[in-house]
């Protein structure tokens, strides 16, 4: 059964500051997907990673994948107070395309 | 730019009636999926679809529930008997997967309640 899990679940921080977030998943996959929720709100995708040392940014976001590390990490560089969310991973089934989801890190970033 | 619409985005409902959640897909995209969030819980997968049945489902989706494609544009999740526990957010999502991965783009979300 495919897990994945996320670390931490909780983050607040200071704007201006660096910081990551992890998702380690359970079995091979080689396609992982970053989304975005705002409180009440639905899900933006933010990345797809396709393959072992994929690397993508998009403003003050960067996301990389490591296949054999079974990791993924959301890397936040100088924050600032509009990208308080949730953030959540998502690891596609090999066979079948089903997401299996973490359980989202709730970022707070204060001013 | 195309995006997924739902309808309705809350739904209040008695325990054991059926409800119907409706969905429109991005038009040139060719898997459907549903998926369903407690509040303030992770995102769980329900079902996708593809020509016209089912391709995967979830432990979740037994057999009170139900998928429809009924008219080529509109997508649909029937609850036939709901449940207390039913109650979440449930959220539509529609991807063109190909061979750079199978971004879904997701709707709004119906919040169903159940009393």
């Known amino acids: 059964e495919l897990k994945v899990e996320q670390n931490p679940l909780f983050l607040s921080m200071q704007e201006g500051k660096n910081y990551t977030i992890y998702c380690n998943y359970s079995?091979?996959?080689?396609?992982l997907y970053w989304y975005r929720q705002d409180p009440g709100k639905s899900l933006e995708s933010l990345f797809v990673?396709?393959?072992n040392g994929a690397v993508k940014q998009e403003g003050r976001l960067m996301a990389s994948l490591d296949t054999k590390a079974r990791l993924s990490t959301l890397h936040i560089t100088a924050a600032v107070h509009d990208l308080s969310a949730t953030y959540f991973c998502a690891v596609d089934m090999d066979s079948n395309y089903q997401l299996i989801w973490g359980a989202g890190t709730k970022l707070i970033i204060k001013p | 730019e195309p995006e997924v619409t739902q309808t309705p985005s809350h739904q209040v409902t008695q325990m054991g009636q059926e409800v119907i959640l409706r969905c429109v897909p991005i038009?040139?995209?060719?898997?459907f999926y549903w998926y369903r969030q407690i509040l303030g819980q992770k995102v769980e997968f329900l079902v996708s679809f593809y020509n016209n049945e089912i391709s995967e489902k979830s432990e979740i989706f037994d057999d009170q529930f139900s998928v429809e494609r009924p008219d080529g544009s509109n997508f649909t999740l029937k609850i036939r008997s709901t449940k207390l526990e039913d109650s979440a957010m449930y959220f539509c999502?529609?991807?063109?997967?190909?061979?750079?991965?199978?971004?879904?783009?997701f709707g709004p979300g119906t919040r169903l309640t159940v009393l």
């Open positions: 079995t091979t996959s080689d396609r």
């Open positions: 990673l396709l393959s």
């Open positions: 038009s040139n995209h060719l898997y």
């Open positions: 999502a529609s991807s063109e997967r190909t061979v750079f991965g199978d971004e879904q783009f």
